[in-house]
């Protein structure tokens, strides 16, 4: 897997390369990083890649020139095709589908935006898929390139030191798509609050079922949207449903 990266920036993922369990992902190359700085493509002597934007207004515009020339330059450089990925507001926001999507790929060439954005002309003729982290604008896409390398390089085998960790996670689908149970640690108290009992008990049975109904219901206080969906996909038990019948419409908290 290779995800090739076009940015004005490339310093900022150096330190993302190097630390936690994800470096192993890079290190051992299961998951191959280049980074591309755009500017080596800028036009004239001072490397220009924005301009004004036509018909006026604030800020520049990425330029589609010096765009296409590194493209073509990765196109080279690289042994398959690969789709093109820019991150932007206008593209659908990145979820658990899709970056198990990236994770069994190959890879693909990611496009940092900075600026207003990218000339259209360009994303129209070379843009595959568009890609958003939510509904706020950041200042570049090299935060949504990270997090979509981060959230890829976990899910590769032997990148976790426990290779049944991201199974339980949340949002995954091929269990049940539901939130993750709350987790405790040392001490047994902490400022007057306990650890819950069932977690203590030793009993394996018992620790389940308290992590099955924690999980169930902080999904339905939360994520409602993602309880229904477990629902009509057939992914609870019966003593889910009875859990959730004895317990009553949760009100979702605004604060929390
Ligand atoms: C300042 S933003 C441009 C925002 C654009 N004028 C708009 O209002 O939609 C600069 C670049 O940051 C990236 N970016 C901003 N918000 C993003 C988001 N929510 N998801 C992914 N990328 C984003 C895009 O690559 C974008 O081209």
């Given at each position: 897997m ?13 330190p993302?390369?190097?630390?936690g369990?994800?470096?192993r ?6 998951v ?7 500017r ?9 890649v924005?301009d ?35 991150f ?13 999507h990236w ?17 259209q ?17 950041l ?19 032997g ?36 650890v ?7 009993h ?28 009509s ?16 419409p ?7």
């Amino acid at each position: 897997m290779r995800f090739d990266i076009v940015t004005l920036f490339p310093e900022l993922f150096a330190p993302l390369l190097v630390s936690g369990v994800t470096r192993r992902a890079y290190e051992s190359g299961q998951v191959q990083v280049r980074l591309w700085d755009l500017r080596e493509h800028g036009e004239g002597a001072y490397r220009r890649v924005d301009d004004r934007p036509y018909g006026g207004g604030p800020g520049m515009v990425m330029l589609a020139q010096p765009l296409l020339e590194c493209l073509q330059r990765i196109r080279a450089d690289r042994p398959a095709a690969a789709p093109v990925v820019l991150f932007s507001p206008a593209g659908p926001a990145l979820d658990h589908e899709a970056v198990s999507h990236w994770a069994g790929s190959q890879g693909a060439i990611l496009i940092c935006g900075r600026y207003e954005g990218v000339d259209q002309r360009f994303i129209d003729a070379h843009v595959d898929r568009q890609i958003s982290l939510g509904d706020f604008v950041l200042s570049g896409g090299e935060i949504a390139a990270m997090a979509l390398l981060d959230a890829v390089a976990r899910l590769q085998p032997g990148v976790l030191h426990d290779e049944g960790s991201h199974r339980q996670d949340s949002f995954n689908p091929a269990i049940d798509g539901l939130l993750d149970c709350p987790h405790y640690s040392r001490p047994e108290l902490w400022q007057g609050r306990a650890v819950p009992a069932p977690l203590l008990s030793g009993h394996h049975a018992q620790i389940a079922q308290w992590r099955r109904e924690q999980s169930l219901l902080l999904t339905e206080r939360q994520r409602p949207d993602l309880l229904q969906k477990a629902r009509s996909s057939g992914h609870l038990t019966a003593r889910d449903l009875a859990l959730l019948a004895r317990q009553g419409p949760a009100v979702a908290d605004p604060e929390s």
